[in-house]
């Protein structure tokens, strides 16, 4: 059972494929209690590298593992491995299109009680920005165990954002990743949704409020890079507009690479996301992404702009 926190599912997969895969070894940066890297220090302590507080030197090591036939698996918070670290994983491991796989751990405003210094929402323009790098999200728990094992299982960088919270599945469990597919959760004729990681729950919550009002596909995008240009344009064709819905600002995500696939079919575009603007501290997780426009009415009321 993959349980309902992506963190959670995300540890206990690394300590499976490490018992499977002798050359897969954990890196953490001080944060092995949050990015559940811990679980593989506790099981397999001579599998897993505790690197201190320098993400930097993490991803430069992780590539020196590579080149030795490792599968180096690196954890920090998203604001950190995407930030801080920029450097050296464009130097050290994209380009050499070495075989690393970098967790983005807490992200989006999932961190809610630490304010902007913690919160990432410029973390999959990062990321999507640098050559042969593969950016996933997955949308639950459940995909997020399918999404680490085909990460350990195919090669190149590749990055993953985890988000730090309880919610629920939308996915099947035990199901294969569909690398590049966009997959439609729920069918409908009159405005796509795409949405990625926690919005994915809140896009098909949207949808069955607006029901008698608006028929809405929702599809859920885990792979943003490389974007199945082809699925998202056929997607789009039939309905009056979409809409875009991700835990990150609306420069240079989801909501941009969508606008990427669609700029020649002259598709009506509302983008659910974070404004040009840092995000905030916060008493809870709901409460931040309600003061940052990130709530199932929010998409709603995106999805009646468009479709009017």
Do not use: W
């Not at 405003?109 to 999507?128: E, K, L, V």
């Not at 309880?166 to 035990?174: L, R, V």
């Not at 009159?190 to 919550?205: N, R």
């Not at 929702?218 to 490389?226: A, D, E, F, L, M």
Request: hydrophobic share 40%; proline share 3%.
């Amino acid at each position: 059972m993959a349980g309902t926190n992506q963190r959670t599912a995300y540890g206990e997969t690394l300590v499976e494929l490490c018992r499977e895969n002798p050359d897969i070894v954990v890196l953490d940066a001080d944060l092995g209690g949050s990015t559940m890297g811990k679980m593989v220090e506790q099981a397999m302590p001579e599998r897993h590298i505790e690197m201190g507080i320098a993400e930097a030197n993490m991803a430069s090591v992780a590539g020196g593992l590579s080149r030795v036939g490792k599968i180096p698996f690196i954890n920090s918070f998203a604001v950190f491995t995407a930030g801080r670290a920029y450097d050296q994983i464009r130097q050290s491991i994209a380009i050499g299109n070495m075989n690393v796989k970098i967790c983005g751990s807490s992200a989006g405003c999932s961190d809610f009680g630490d304010g902007a210094t913690h919160q990432s929402i410029d973390d999959i323009a990062y990321m999507r920005v640098i050559p042969n790098m593969t950016v996933i999200v997955p949308a639950d728990a459940n995909e997020t165990v399918a999404a680490t094992r085909y990460m350990a299982e195919h090669q190149g960088p590749m990055y993953m954002r985890l988000n730090r919270n309880d919610y629920g599945n939308i996915t099947e469990e035990a199901q294969p990743f569909q690398f590049g597919e966009p997959v439609v959760l729920r069918d409908g004729k009159g405005v796509t949704v795409f949405a990625c990681g926690v919005m994915v729950g809140k896009a098909l919550e949207a949808a069955e409020a607006l029901k008698d009002e608006v028929s809405v596909r929702v599809v859920n995008v885990s792979t943003i890079k490389p974007l199945n240009k082809e699925k998202i344009n056929e997607y789009a064709k039939d309905v009056k507009g979409v809409v875009t819905a991700e835990e990150h600002s609306v420069i240079g995500g989801l909501g941009g690479a969508v606008a990427e696939a669609l700029c020649k079919a002259c598709k009506p575009i509302e983008m659910v996301g974070v404004e040009d603007r840092f995000g905030a501290s916060a008493h809870n997780y709901n409460d931040i992404l309600n003061y940052l426009g990130l709530t199932t009415e929010h998409i709603a009321d995106a999805v009646r702009k468009i479709s009017k």
